[in-house]
Protein backbone atom coordinates (compact mmCIF):
# COMPACT_ATOMS: atom_id res chain seq x y z
CA UNK A 1 0.00 0.00 0.00
CA UNK A 2 3.56 2.22 0.73
CA UNK A 3 3.88 1.93 -2.69
CA UNK A 4 0.87 2.84 -4.13
CA UNK A 5 0.84 6.01 -2.36
CA UNK A 6 4.60 6.46 -3.64
CA UNK A 7 3.15 5.92 -6.98
CA UNK A 8 0.07 8.88 -6.81
CA UNK A 9 2.81 11.02 -5.39
CA UNK A 10 4.76 10.89 -8.42
CA UNK A 11 1.90 10.54 -10.57
CA UNK A 12 1.28 13.78 -9.42
CA UNK A 13 4.34 15.20 -11.17
CA UNK A 14 3.31 14.36 -14.30
CA UNK A 15 2.18 16.06 -17.18
CA UNK A 16 -1.38 16.67 -17.02
CA UNK A 17 -2.07 14.83 -20.27
CA UNK A 18 -0.45 11.65 -19.07
CA UNK A 19 -1.60 12.31 -14.95
CA UNK A 20 -5.70 10.77 -15.58
CA UNK A 21 -4.38 7.85 -17.66
CA UNK A 22 -2.39 7.24 -15.13
CA UNK A 23 -4.05 7.44 -11.86
CA UNK A 24 -6.64 5.16 -13.56
CA UNK A 25 -4.53 2.88 -13.35
CA UNK A 26 -3.35 2.68 -10.12
CA UNK A 27 -7.07 2.61 -9.23
CA UNK A 28 -7.56 -0.14 -10.68
CA UNK A 29 -4.16 -2.05 -9.90
CA UNK A 30 -5.42 -1.06 -6.35
CA UNK A 31 -8.63 -2.43 -6.99
CA UNK A 32 -7.39 -5.64 -8.05
CA UNK A 33 -4.94 -5.87 -5.53
CA UNK A 34 -7.95 -5.75 -2.83
CA UNK A 35 -9.58 -8.20 -4.34
CA UNK A 36 -6.81 -10.71 -4.63
CA UNK A 37 -6.12 -10.29 -0.76
CA UNK A 38 -9.96 -11.23 0.12
CA UNK A 39 -9.69 -14.38 -1.90
CA UNK A 40 -6.46 -15.31 -0.72
CA UNK A 41 -8.02 -14.20 2.96
CA UNK A 42 -10.88 -16.54 1.87
CA UNK A 43 -8.83 -19.37 0.45
CA UNK A 44 -6.36 -19.55 3.93
CA UNK A 45 -10.10 -20.13 6.03
CA UNK A 46 -11.74 -22.56 3.90
CA UNK A 47 -7.81 -24.56 3.72
CA UNK A 48 -8.12 -23.77 7.71
CA UNK A 49 -11.41 -25.24 7.62
CA UNK A 50 -10.90 -28.45 5.79
CA UNK A 51 -7.64 -28.73 7.29
CA UNK A 52 -9.64 -29.46 10.47
CA UNK A 53 -12.21 -31.13 9.48
CA UNK A 54 -10.52 -34.02 8.29
CA UNK A 55 -8.93 -33.70 11.15
CA UNK A 56 -11.89 -34.29 13.33
CA UNK A 57 -12.92 -36.75 10.89
CA UNK A 58 -10.62 -39.22 10.91
CA UNK A 59 -10.37 -39.45 14.61
CA UNK A 60 -14.08 -40.76 14.83
CA UNK A 61 -15.08 -44.16 14.77
CA UNK A 62 -18.40 -44.18 13.42
CA UNK A 63 -20.20 -43.43 10.02
CA UNK A 64 -22.81 -41.51 11.34
CA UNK A 65 -20.89 -39.12 13.15
CA UNK A 66 -18.64 -38.66 10.46
CA UNK A 67 -21.41 -37.53 8.36
CA UNK A 68 -22.93 -35.21 11.12
CA UNK A 69 -19.98 -33.44 11.82
CA UNK A 70 -19.09 -33.02 8.02
CA UNK A 71 -22.19 -31.74 6.96
CA UNK A 72 -22.50 -29.54 9.57
CA UNK A 73 -19.20 -28.26 8.82
CA UNK A 74 -19.99 -27.76 4.99
CA UNK A 75 -23.02 -26.75 5.50
CA UNK A 76 -21.53 -23.78 7.21
CA UNK A 77 -18.88 -22.74 4.81
CA UNK A 78 -21.53 -22.48 2.03
CA UNK A 79 -24.26 -21.03 3.68
CA UNK A 80 -26.67 -23.85 2.67
CA UNK A 81 -29.95 -24.58 4.40
CA UNK A 82 -29.47 -28.51 4.90
CA UNK A 83 -27.98 -31.49 3.48
CA UNK A 84 -27.86 -34.87 3.85
CA UNK A 85 -26.12 -38.11 3.02
CA UNK A 86 -26.93 -40.79 0.52
CA UNK A 87 -26.20 -44.17 0.81
CA UNK A 88 -26.55 -47.21 -1.36
CA UNK A 89 -28.53 -50.86 -0.19
CA UNK A 90 -26.79 -53.52 -1.38
CA UNK A 91 -24.80 -52.08 -3.75
CA UNK A 92 -27.80 -51.62 -6.09
CA UNK A 93 -28.55 -48.82 -9.31
CA UNK A 94 -31.74 -47.74 -8.77
CA UNK A 95 -32.91 -44.87 -7.44
CA UNK A 96 -35.42 -46.38 -5.14
CA UNK A 97 -32.17 -48.28 -3.71
CA UNK A 98 -30.47 -45.00 -2.14
CA UNK A 99 -31.44 -44.20 1.35
CA UNK A 100 -30.80 -40.69 2.64
CA UNK A 101 -29.53 -40.60 5.79
CA UNK A 102 -28.42 -37.91 8.48
CA UNK A 103 -30.36 -34.79 7.15
CA UNK A 104 -30.35 -31.41 8.56
CA UNK A 105 -33.30 -30.32 7.93
CA UNK A 106 -36.59 -32.27 7.82
CA UNK A 107 -37.32 -33.33 3.92
CA UNK A 108 -40.63 -34.27 2.35
CA UNK A 109 -41.06 -37.60 0.32
CA UNK A 110 -40.73 -35.57 -2.72
CA UNK A 111 -37.71 -33.82 -1.59
CA UNK A 112 -36.21 -37.76 -1.07
CA UNK A 113 -37.23 -38.36 -4.82
CA UNK A 114 -35.25 -35.40 -5.99
CA UNK A 115 -32.46 -36.55 -3.97
CA UNK A 116 -32.84 -40.19 -5.06
CA UNK A 117 -32.52 -39.44 -8.62
CA UNK A 118 -29.75 -36.83 -8.32
CA UNK A 119 -27.84 -39.63 -5.96
CA UNK A 120 -28.16 -42.16 -8.80
CA UNK A 121 -27.10 -39.57 -11.74
CA UNK A 122 -23.54 -38.66 -9.44
CA UNK A 123 -23.07 -42.62 -8.88
CA UNK A 124 -23.55 -42.90 -12.67
CA UNK A 125 -20.82 -40.32 -13.87
CA UNK A 126 -18.77 -40.69 -10.43
CA UNK A 127 -18.61 -36.89 -10.68
CA UNK A 128 -20.05 -33.93 -8.73
CA UNK A 129 -22.61 -31.98 -10.01
CA UNK A 130 -24.36 -28.76 -9.86
CA UNK A 131 -28.45 -27.99 -10.28
CA UNK A 132 -29.21 -24.81 -9.58
CA UNK A 133 -33.07 -25.21 -10.76
CA UNK A 134 -34.25 -28.49 -8.84
CA UNK A 135 -37.66 -27.86 -10.88
CA UNK A 136 -36.29 -28.08 -14.14
CA UNK A 137 -33.69 -31.13 -13.98
CA UNK A 138 -36.10 -33.51 -11.67
CA UNK A 139 -39.65 -32.90 -12.71
CA UNK A 140 -40.69 -33.63 -9.44
CA UNK A 141 -43.30 -31.07 -7.83
CA UNK A 142 -43.77 -30.69 -4.47
CA UNK A 143 -40.27 -30.43 -3.59
CA UNK A 144 -38.88 -27.76 -1.53
CA UNK A 145 -35.35 -27.95 -3.02
CA UNK A 146 -34.49 -25.27 -5.59
CA UNK A 147 -30.56 -25.48 -5.78
CA UNK A 148 -28.38 -28.76 -5.39
CA UNK A 149 -24.92 -29.57 -5.37
CA UNK A 150 -23.74 -33.22 -5.19
CA UNK A 151 -20.41 -35.18 -5.06
CA UNK A 152 -19.81 -38.92 -4.76
CA UNK A 153 -18.34 -39.94 -1.25
CA UNK A 154 -15.59 -42.55 -2.75
CA UNK A 155 -12.99 -44.25 -1.70
CA UNK A 156 -11.13 -47.46 -3.00
CA UNK A 157 -12.22 -46.70 -6.63
CA UNK A 158 -15.98 -47.53 -5.38
CA UNK A 159 -18.93 -44.55 -4.65
CA UNK A 160 -19.86 -45.68 -1.28
CA UNK A 161 -22.65 -42.80 -1.59
CA UNK A 162 -23.76 -39.41 -2.33
CA UNK A 163 -23.04 -35.68 -0.15
CA UNK A 164 -25.62 -33.23 -0.63
CA UNK A 165 -26.34 -29.90 0.36
CA UNK A 166 -28.89 -27.69 -0.62
CA UNK A 167 -30.88 -24.34 -0.78
CA UNK A 168 -27.69 -22.28 -1.01
CA UNK A 169 -29.10 -19.41 1.23
CA UNK A 170 -27.21 -15.90 -1.64
CA UNK A 171 -28.31 -17.78 -4.99
CA UNK A 172 -26.70 -20.29 -6.84
CA UNK A 173 -24.24 -22.70 -6.48
CA UNK A 174 -20.80 -22.17 -8.26
CA UNK A 175 -17.66 -24.23 -9.44
CA UNK A 176 -16.05 -23.00 -6.02
CA UNK A 177 -18.20 -24.40 -4.04
CA UNK A 178 -18.52 -27.91 -5.89
CA UNK A 179 -14.62 -27.92 -5.46
CA UNK A 180 -14.72 -27.42 -1.62
CA UNK A 181 -17.78 -30.27 -1.50
CA UNK A 182 -15.62 -32.56 -3.39
CA UNK A 183 -12.59 -32.21 -0.88
CA UNK A 184 -15.57 -32.47 2.55
CA UNK A 185 -16.50 -35.47 0.29
CA UNK A 186 -12.91 -37.04 -0.26
CA UNK A 187 -12.67 -36.77 3.49
CA UNK A 188 -15.29 -37.97 4.91
CA UNK A 189 -15.43 -41.10 2.33
CA UNK A 190 -11.96 -42.51 3.79
CA UNK A 191 -13.16 -41.88 7.54
CA UNK A 192 -16.64 -43.62 6.45
CA UNK A 193 -14.97 -46.40 5.21
CA UNK A 194 -12.29 -46.71 8.04
CA UNK A 195 -15.36 -46.63 10.11
CA UNK A 196 -17.26 -49.32 8.39
CA UNK A 197 -13.69 -51.33 8.49
CA UNK A 198 -13.35 -51.26 12.36
CA UNK A 199 -17.17 -52.22 12.26
CA UNK A 200 -16.49 -55.22 10.47
CA UNK A 201 -13.28 -56.29 12.42
CA UNK A 202 -15.54 -55.78 15.58
CA UNK A 203 -17.92 -57.89 14.26
CA UNK A 204 -15.18 -60.74 13.64
CA UNK A 205 -13.95 -60.50 16.72
CA UNK A 206 -17.29 -61.11 18.32
CA UNK A 207 -17.55 -64.26 16.12
CA UNK A 208 -14.27 -65.61 16.72
CA UNK A 209 -15.25 -65.18 20.30
CA UNK A 210 -18.21 -66.84 20.27
CA UNK A 211 -16.59 -69.95 18.13
CA UNK A 212 -14.03 -69.82 21.56
CA UNK A 213 -16.27 -69.92 23.83
CA UNK A 214 -18.22 -72.59 22.13
CA UNK A 215 -15.23 -74.77 22.21
CA UNK A 216 -14.28 -74.30 25.66
CA UNK A 217 -17.88 -75.17 26.65
CA UNK A 218 -17.58 -78.29 24.50
CA UNK A 219 -14.39 -79.58 25.91
CA UNK A 220 -15.05 -78.42 29.89
CA UNK A 221 -18.29 -80.33 29.29
CA UNK A 222 -16.44 -83.29 27.61
CA UNK A 223 -14.08 -82.95 30.86
CA UNK A 224 -17.71 -83.20 32.78
CA UNK A 225 -19.02 -86.48 31.73
CA UNK A 226 -15.82 -88.06 32.51
CA UNK A 227 -15.04 -86.80 36.26
CA UNK A 228 -16.32 -86.52 39.27
CA UNK A 229 -14.85 -82.91 39.65
CA UNK A 230 -18.14 -81.04 38.78
CA UNK A 231 -18.03 -78.32 36.23
CA UNK A 232 -19.30 -76.68 39.19
CA UNK A 233 -16.14 -76.76 40.55
CA UNK A 234 -14.23 -75.24 37.25
CA UNK A 235 -16.45 -72.90 37.14
CA UNK A 236 -16.07 -71.67 40.85
CA UNK A 237 -11.99 -72.18 40.73
CA UNK A 238 -12.44 -69.77 37.37
CA UNK A 239 -13.77 -66.87 39.40
CA UNK A 240 -11.34 -67.60 42.13
CA UNK A 241 -8.62 -67.29 40.27
CA UNK A 242 -9.89 -64.33 38.23
CA UNK A 243 -10.64 -62.40 41.69
CA UNK A 244 -6.89 -63.08 42.74
CA UNK A 245 -5.83 -61.74 39.63
CA UNK A 246 -7.49 -58.54 39.77
CA UNK A 247 -6.22 -58.50 43.34
CA UNK A 248 -3.00 -58.26 41.16
CA UNK A 249 -4.03 -55.47 38.95
CA UNK A 250 -3.77 -58.25 36.42
CA UNK A 251 -6.23 -57.05 32.85
CA UNK A 252 -7.01 -57.29 29.28
CA UNK A 253 -6.07 -60.28 27.33
CA UNK A 254 -3.78 -61.89 30.36
CA UNK A 255 -6.90 -62.11 32.41
CA UNK A 256 -9.04 -63.79 29.56
CA UNK A 257 -5.98 -66.47 29.86
CA UNK A 258 -6.33 -67.17 33.66
CA UNK A 259 -9.91 -67.73 32.69
CA UNK A 260 -9.50 -70.27 29.80
CA UNK A 261 -6.83 -71.97 32.11
CA UNK A 262 -8.72 -72.16 35.48
CA UNK A 263 -11.73 -73.47 33.21
CA UNK A 264 -9.71 -76.41 31.87
CA UNK A 265 -7.13 -77.14 34.61
CA UNK A 266 -7.98 -80.19 34.54
CA UNK A 267 -8.69 -81.07 30.78
CA UNK A 268 -5.94 -83.65 30.56
CA UNK A 269 -8.20 -86.15 32.77
CA UNK A 270 -10.24 -87.09 29.22
CA UNK A 271 -6.98 -89.03 28.73
CA UNK A 272 -6.80 -90.90 31.98
CA UNK A 273 -8.87 -93.93 32.11
CA UNK A 274 -11.96 -94.72 34.09
CA UNK A 275 -10.84 -97.14 36.32
CA UNK A 276 -8.08 -95.41 38.04
CA UNK A 277 -10.33 -91.59 37.20
CA UNK A 278 -13.24 -92.53 39.14
CA UNK A 279 -11.95 -94.89 41.50
CA UNK A 280 -13.33 -94.93 44.80
CA UNK A 281 -10.57 -95.98 46.92
CA UNK A 282 -6.65 -94.79 47.12
CA UNK A 283 -5.06 -95.16 43.83
CA UNK A 284 -1.54 -97.66 43.98
CA UNK A 285 1.55 -95.98 43.06
CA UNK A 286 1.42 -96.95 39.39
CA UNK A 287 -2.22 -95.64 39.28
CA UNK A 288 -1.39 -92.62 40.49
CA UNK A 289 2.27 -92.13 38.27
CA UNK A 290 -0.76 -92.57 35.57
CA UNK A 291 -3.29 -90.02 37.37
CA UNK A 292 0.00 -87.40 37.26
CA UNK A 293 0.09 -87.59 33.90
CA UNK A 294 -2.86 -85.14 33.51
CA UNK A 295 -0.84 -81.97 32.93
CA UNK A 296 1.20 -83.31 30.32
CA UNK A 297 -2.10 -84.86 28.41
CA UNK A 298 -3.95 -81.26 28.87
CA UNK A 299 -0.54 -79.13 27.75
CA UNK A 300 -0.53 -81.64 24.44
CA UNK A 301 -3.95 -81.44 23.92
CA UNK A 302 -3.87 -77.93 23.67
CA UNK A 303 -0.91 -77.09 21.83
CA UNK A 304 -1.99 -75.80 18.36
CA UNK A 305 -5.06 -74.56 19.34
CA UNK A 306 -3.97 -70.54 19.22
CA UNK A 307 -6.56 -69.49 21.93
CA UNK A 308 -6.14 -72.27 24.29
CA UNK A 309 -2.31 -72.08 23.70
CA UNK A 310 -1.62 -68.77 26.66
CA UNK A 311 -3.77 -71.13 29.05
CA UNK A 312 -0.80 -73.52 29.22
CA UNK A 313 0.51 -71.72 32.03
CA UNK A 314 -2.44 -73.17 34.51
CA UNK A 315 -3.25 -76.14 32.30
CA UNK A 316 0.77 -77.24 32.94
CA UNK A 317 1.98 -76.10 35.81
CA UNK A 318 -1.37 -76.50 38.01
CA UNK A 319 -0.03 -79.04 40.40
CA UNK A 320 3.35 -77.56 41.16
CA UNK A 321 4.49 -76.50 44.48
CA UNK A 322 5.97 -73.34 45.51
CA UNK A 323 8.95 -75.32 47.27
CA UNK A 324 9.45 -77.54 43.86
CA UNK A 325 7.41 -80.99 45.78
CA UNK A 326 4.85 -80.59 43.26
CA UNK A 327 4.29 -82.26 39.60
CA UNK A 328 4.94 -82.78 36.67
CA UNK A 329 8.45 -80.59 36.27
CA UNK A 330 8.90 -80.05 40.30
CA UNK A 331 9.70 -76.24 39.54
CA UNK A 332 9.69 -74.04 42.35
CA UNK A 333 9.25 -70.29 43.50
CA UNK A 334 9.00 -67.73 40.90
CA UNK A 335 9.94 -70.31 38.18
CA UNK A 336 6.28 -71.49 38.15
CA UNK A 337 4.24 -68.80 36.18
CA UNK A 338 2.03 -66.73 38.12
CA UNK A 339 -1.09 -67.65 36.36
CA UNK A 340 -0.36 -71.32 38.04
CA UNK A 341 0.57 -69.96 41.59
CA UNK A 342 -2.67 -67.95 41.52
CA UNK A 343 -4.60 -70.77 40.57
CA UNK A 344 -3.02 -73.11 43.07
CA UNK A 345 -4.99 -71.14 45.77
CA UNK A 346 -7.99 -70.62 44.40
CA UNK A 347 -7.94 -74.07 43.68
CA UNK A 348 -7.10 -75.58 47.11
CA UNK A 349 -9.96 -72.60 48.31
CA UNK A 350 -12.66 -74.48 46.36
CA UNK A 351 -11.68 -77.91 47.45
CA UNK A 352 -12.00 -77.46 50.74
CA UNK A 353 -14.68 -75.20 51.15
CA UNK A 354 -16.84 -78.06 48.81
CA UNK A 355 -18.72 -80.78 49.18
CA UNK A 356 -16.79 -83.98 48.24
CA UNK A 357 -18.27 -87.80 48.18
CA UNK A 358 -16.64 -88.78 50.91
CA UNK A 359 -16.64 -85.47 52.98
CA UNK A 360 -19.20 -82.06 53.51
CA UNK A 361 -17.51 -79.08 53.00
CA UNK A 362 -15.57 -77.16 55.45
CA UNK A 363 -15.94 -73.77 55.89
CA UNK A 364 -13.89 -70.79 55.15
CA UNK A 365 -12.21 -70.23 58.38
CA UNK A 366 -10.73 -73.88 57.61
CA UNK A 367 -10.06 -73.39 54.12
CA UNK A 368 -8.17 -69.96 55.32
CA UNK A 369 -6.06 -71.98 58.23
CA UNK A 370 -5.11 -74.60 55.70
CA UNK A 371 -3.82 -71.76 52.79
CA UNK A 372 -1.66 -69.73 55.72
CA UNK A 373 -0.36 -72.71 57.18
CA UNK A 374 0.94 -73.58 53.72
CA UNK A 375 2.36 -70.56 52.79
CA UNK A 376 6.12 -71.06 51.34
CA UNK A 377 5.57 -74.54 51.07
CA UNK A 378 2.60 -75.35 48.86
CA UNK A 379 1.34 -71.79 47.61
CA UNK A 380 3.68 -68.66 46.73
CA UNK A 381 3.33 -66.33 50.10
CA UNK A 382 2.85 -63.41 47.88
CA UNK A 383 -0.58 -65.40 46.77
CA UNK A 384 -1.40 -65.95 50.33
CA UNK A 385 -1.55 -62.23 50.76
CA UNK A 386 -3.58 -61.28 47.91
CA UNK A 387 -5.89 -64.01 49.46
CA UNK A 388 -6.14 -62.38 52.97
CA UNK A 389 -6.83 -59.34 51.25
CA UNK A 390 -9.82 -60.24 49.64
CA UNK A 391 -13.04 -59.94 52.82
CA UNK A 392 -14.31 -63.71 53.29
CA UNK A 393 -18.13 -62.57 51.76
CA UNK A 394 -16.47 -62.08 48.89
CA UNK A 395 -15.59 -65.35 48.28
CA UNK A 396 -19.23 -66.32 49.52
CA UNK A 397 -20.42 -64.25 47.18
CA UNK A 398 -18.64 -65.46 44.15
CA UNK A 399 -19.26 -68.76 45.07
CA UNK A 400 -23.54 -67.85 45.18
CA UNK A 401 -23.26 -66.45 41.76
CA UNK A 402 -21.81 -69.29 40.21
CA UNK A 403 -24.40 -71.64 42.01
CA UNK A 404 -27.07 -69.02 40.63
CA UNK A 405 -25.64 -68.53 36.78
CA UNK A 406 -25.53 -72.64 36.94
CA UNK A 407 -29.11 -72.66 37.67
CA UNK A 408 -30.23 -70.31 35.31
CA UNK A 409 -28.83 -71.85 32.64
CA UNK A 410 -30.66 -72.74 29.36
CA UNK A 411 -32.92 -75.85 28.77
CA UNK A 412 -30.15 -76.98 26.12
CA UNK A 413 -27.72 -77.20 29.18
CA UNK A 414 -30.27 -78.25 31.27
CA UNK A 415 -30.74 -81.40 29.29
CA UNK A 416 -26.98 -81.71 29.01
CA UNK A 417 -26.42 -82.15 32.78
CA UNK A 418 -29.51 -84.62 33.12
CA UNK A 419 -27.58 -87.02 30.00
CA UNK A 420 -24.73 -86.56 32.06
CA UNK A 421 -26.45 -87.81 35.12
CA UNK A 422 -27.76 -90.62 33.34
CA UNK A 423 -24.73 -91.34 31.34
CA UNK A 424 -22.31 -91.54 35.01
CA UNK A 425 -25.22 -93.57 35.89
CA UNK A 426 -25.40 -96.16 33.98
CA UNK A 427 -21.32 -96.35 34.03
CA UNK A 428 -21.65 -96.84 37.85
CA UNK A 429 -24.15 -99.63 37.34
CA UNK A 430 -21.87 -101.69 34.64
CA UNK A 431 -18.58 -100.99 37.04
CA UNK A 432 -20.75 -102.37 39.69
CA UNK A 433 -21.76 -105.42 37.77
CA UNK A 434 -17.86 -105.77 36.60
CA UNK A 435 -17.31 -105.49 40.33
FE1 LIG B 1 -5.47 -81.30 38.23
FE1 LIG C 1 -9.29 -78.71 40.29
Given at each position: MRRIETLRAQIEQWPEEFRRVGQELVTSYEQELADMTRQLA??????????????????????????????QEI??????????????????????????????????????????????????RERPRIVNNVAEAFAVPGTRLCTLLSAPLRVRERTIGVLHVFNK???EFRAEDMKLLSTVATQAAIAMDNSRLLALERQRRREVEQTYQATLQALSNA???????????????QEYTVRLARELDLTGEHLTNIRRGALLHDIGKIGVPDRILLKPGKLTPEEWKIMTLHPTLGHQMIQGIEFLE???????????????QGYPHGLAGEDIPIDARLFAVADALDAITSERP?????????????????????????VVDLFLRVPPE???????????????????EDEFVRLVQQIRAERTRLEGNKG
Open positions: QTYEELVLLYDLGERVVTLLDENAVAEVSLGDLLAVEGGCVCLRRDAGQRPEDWVVQNTTRPLSAADERVLHQASAAVLEEDGLDLRDTETQEHALRVKADPIVLYHHERYDGYRQGQPYAVARAEIEKNAHTQFDPLEWEDIRHRVAQALKTASNR
